[in-house]
């Protein structure tokens, strides 16, 4: 069950160096270690040294005055340790070398760094005018440090970041980013959770700009705060809708049965759920209710349908619709369900009550087959609570035909054990994409939150065989503390997160993250360039060839843009768009007069049909959103004119109908 | 009517406010900010820079401000409420900032303030009464089920957030015992044991949780613990918690025996916690070896034998050879253990060493690095540590061979500190030692520049008290002499070749003799040469080569005597006091000297007194042994017989010392 424990705050660093942008780096020698893995999740491509743009000398690597002068014309060189390289530059290990295990950096001071063992490390002295990106906790010693050379710039690290590449400095994309050395590309398909409780009195709108600026594309909302009417409360959520919409960002209303509200739970105390121990459910912050009660189900329908009817939604996600815990049957205290009408069915089918299993008095029942003949009851249970509730939502597109519907689902085929602790089954779920138009989420289990980044493409591959909409998988990221002993952060931050996002983004179609408010604001600014997957990647002076599996933001300041050849209109102030697959990317110097600068669903094609006219084809499970730089005059959507709605200046969002279309706006 | 104060931050403020204006909360922030730090008592500034923060949703770092601003004016409940909802809402140690909360609605809805009391305690009410059910529902499980580190868990941080501290103190002490190698629980006890009052029970938890297990809980702990060493009581009461904290036994064991080597501590204590690391860890060799010859040193040989038997027949060789030692049996050749080895001691002694070398028992360090060395001969950080190790207990020949094995390291950094290492003990320790030193020295009195300088060869014969050598002196100026109707030598302008004996230096102090011949170098004549004495050096505080700037004492004493001046015994007292400073890598002392020479002769220019102040200097990049000394001394004649000049003088000096040793 996902935890609502949060974040420590983040302290930004105020870069100190100019922006050059990086897009190929390379490794000196045969030896790369974690370096691609640290350097593609944050935003840059391996490719051959004499092109690229950053380089990495590991420990060892003799000087030359070829790499110094690749620094001088505007490189950027990691350095690793200590070697020749390093000592040219006035990185040497001159001190006493002591045990080294938790650092202090300066993109997030207060977070504890802590590596799983102690490194034995000199002390070095660095060049004057270094700046010491991180140290040691007790000695000052400094573990990280970079400074500008010339047009480029020297990144140096103590020790080498370790096999994984997070174990040891979480903040090197950070730190080679505050040298200027930031990525060029970006994804902008990311969706977060969102819990209003933690941002009551925020500007809406200075929120989504971000939100927009650092990738999201869809907000998933915690709609149990808005599901009994609150003038208040309502007026929150609506403009909160307005300004997303505003930015270019959807809003999925986030549904957590059981758990309907706070309210509900204190209006229908019959209906509450069951534990094992015959007690109320109220495990952490969920109030579970009896979803297997006719009454209840049709209380929580009626309300579901104002709340959607209420608000301009554009989806729903039905969220973690099972039962509890991840303890299983050995922690009776937090088991459901055990309400009447589920004992009542149970006994009907098998002839005994399942509360025997827990009883340690009078009839008992401890045997395994007994229990595992529930659990199978319970996982069938599930599956048909999972159905109901995605006919109930398909229901809704009855006055919301546009309403895209997410089904979040735990993983089970990588952690097992979740059928019999949560009665969660992917494998019985799945075939409902074939008579269902949803999107399936696959909820990463607390009980792995401890694993790498490469588990996701182990994930993706054991879901592929279960159902051929493929298309339709999406993965969730939980970024929260971890209970397990992890290292070397609690939670998930810097290049860990990064290649969490990015090697998700490689196996999924969509990646969600959970949530919004716990992401570290050191991670922030990186966090669009590492959902983006590129392919290849080449410059020729200003001729930029690229290729990606997906929609793609490419860091373009020019006047123009031309894209294969011919004149592109999805261009901002600070990127193009580009649809998935290969490009030749080149200046125009000449600039059109409209402007798609934002498109929050998949690009297919667009042109200037006129100098003053622009038109393009898009393709999206929700609706889509549209956003140019000024007004349009007429806005036609294959071929019927559509109303657009602008009160930002300089940039007119229109939200645009789920499907595949074609939009010309002039 | 007096004058108004000028408000520090009104610019500032003013560009906040019109920040604010056009919703620009990022810039106000920033002015908000700035005006905090020109009027940091200013509740105003801090409360408007909270709702700024609000507005961008950091309801962190808005909690921070409104904490201040309370902080600054404890008469607004306006704040205090804020404050109070926003710690409710934290997430960092939740219960703690929760507890915060039910306390602030607690004493507001006692205030005089109608609207504050009332929100307070609706507030209050919202909170107490889910903590009051929440706690009622867990004691429940816990009544009616086997309990679970979950249910406990869950019971004291409800427990906590309520202030039931004793209630919250016990479930979290019994979810550890449930699940000990959750070691952070033991950071939420040490919490809850702070905010009840009971510093012991802190520093309990904090002491086992900074012990082994978890890495990140043991650091944690650390920044908590005072920078002193635990007292053996703490060790006995973290103990107490965490019985099988196996680390903490150990560093106790080892706490006691060093302790007992000192009579601080009796030997049957450190014997009782060996006895109790043996029963815990069968194959603990180390520790058995340990208590078996604590038993034998107490003359208890029953119980010593089996245990040292046992550490023979099964342990490692290098502690099956402390053991042989101790029973006076011939020792073995050490073989290297096979990885995986069934006798390999439970715990890490690299980690042991490092403790042991932090904590200043260098014998045990040196045992445990041993040990270490032994696991992984191919580790070069090790044979460095044991240098260091061995340097530090005076065993130099010791550490000259550990320096020496790991100067041979592929690490870069390894091999380069122990190259250092080894270059400056080899010296002390070779057969041959030949030393370089000059001293070329400009004056203003005599208007010359002077040079001195000696080449020396030492034979470092180790069982003899003293070491023969052969020296070549040289001593000399560019002037010559004093000019006019009866000039004077300058100096002895000769090569002085020599050949003679110095003895160890004790305590600053040696002595020396030596024969030989003086050569001219101005017109190639020759003389026998016999001169010795007596030399003492001694520096207190920060010597020009310390690390950290401070005061400092220096005094040298030399008498010489010298068969080429008539036979006479020359003596010098050159005495500095001053401060050594760094700057930025540029060593500096700054001193005033007071100088006495006088001989048994009585000769005029041997007999005089000097004062006056001087600078000193060690330029970064140069040769740690090179020094460059500017200085102005006021002089007097203590003897004016046949003194040509005035009985007062005042000089100025400039040199350049430079030394090495091959």
Redesign the interface.
Known sequence: MRSRNNVGRAVLLVAFAPHCSAGVFSVIGSQSGSWPSILSSAGHIAGPSAVADILVAPSGTPDSPEWRGRVERGAALILEGSSPLATAFGFRPEGEIAPVVHLVDVHNPKLPIVWSQPIQIPRYTIPGGAQVFAKDRWTSAPEIAGLRVGAGAVLWVAVNPGVNGYERFPYLPQALNDLGFAPVWRASGLWAFFDYSYRTRADPDYLAEHWRKEGISALHVAGWHFYDPDAGRDEYLKQLIEACHRHGVLVYAWVELPHVSDMFWNDHPAWREKTALLQDAQLDWRKLMNLQNAACVEAIRAGLKQMVARFDWDGVNLAELYFESLEGAGNPARFTPMNDDVRREFQKQAGWDPIELFSTSGKSRADTASLHQFLDFRAGLARRMQEDWLGTMESFRQFRPDLDIILTHVDDRFDSGMRDSIGADAARVLPLLDGHTFSFLIEDPATVWNLGPQRYAEIAKRYQPLTKHTEKLAIDINIVDRYQDVYPTKQQTGTELFELVHMASMAFPRVALYFENSILKADLPLLAASSAVVTRYSKDHDRISIESPMDLELNWTAAGALVDGKPWPAQSAATVHLPAGAHIVEQNPKRESIHLIDLNARLISAAYETGKALAFQYASDSRAIARFDRKPARIDVDGAPRESKCTTPGACAVLLPRGSHRVRAE | MPKAAPDAAYAVLTHAFDALRI?D?DAAISFFGKAAALVPGRADIRKNMA?AL????????AR?QFGEAMRLDPSDLHVALEYAFLCY????E?PARKAEARRIFLRIRMSSDTDARATAAAAFENIDSPLAA?IA??Q??LA??RP?F??LYELAQLAEQRDELDLAADSYKRAFQLLP?RKSVLLELARVEKARGNAEGATAALLAASRGG???AA??AR?QLPERYPYVYEFRNALALDPGNDALHRELAYLLLAMSEKDQASRGDAEQEFKQIVDRSPHDYLAAAQLGILYLAGDDNALAMPILRDVLAHADQATANRVRMALKMPLLLEERRPENSPDVAPFDPR?LA?RSYQAGFFKDAKRYFLAAREQNPADA?IA??LG?TTNLLHDDAAALRWFDIARRS?????S??ANRAYGNLRPGLALFRTTLWVYPLFSSRWNDLFGYGQLKTEVNLKKLPFRPYVSLRFVGDARRSTGGVSPENLSESAFIFGAGVATRYWRGAMAWFEAGTTVSYLNGTRSADYRGGVSYAKTIGASIAAEHSGWFIESLADSVFISRFSNDLLNYSQNRAGFTSSL?GFKVQTFWSNNLTFDAKKQYWANFVETGPGFRFHPPGTPPSLAITLGVVRGVYLRNEGNPHRPNFIDFRAGIWYAFTK
């Open positions: 919703h909360y709702y609000l507005k961008i949703g950091d309801s962190e770092a921070d809402e934290a997430t960092g939740a929440g529902r867990w429940q499980v009616n089920s679970t979950s249910a190698e978890e890495t990140r650091e944690l920044e980690v490092e950080s460095l540590k260091w592929d690490d870069h950094a390894i380069t500190e930025g």
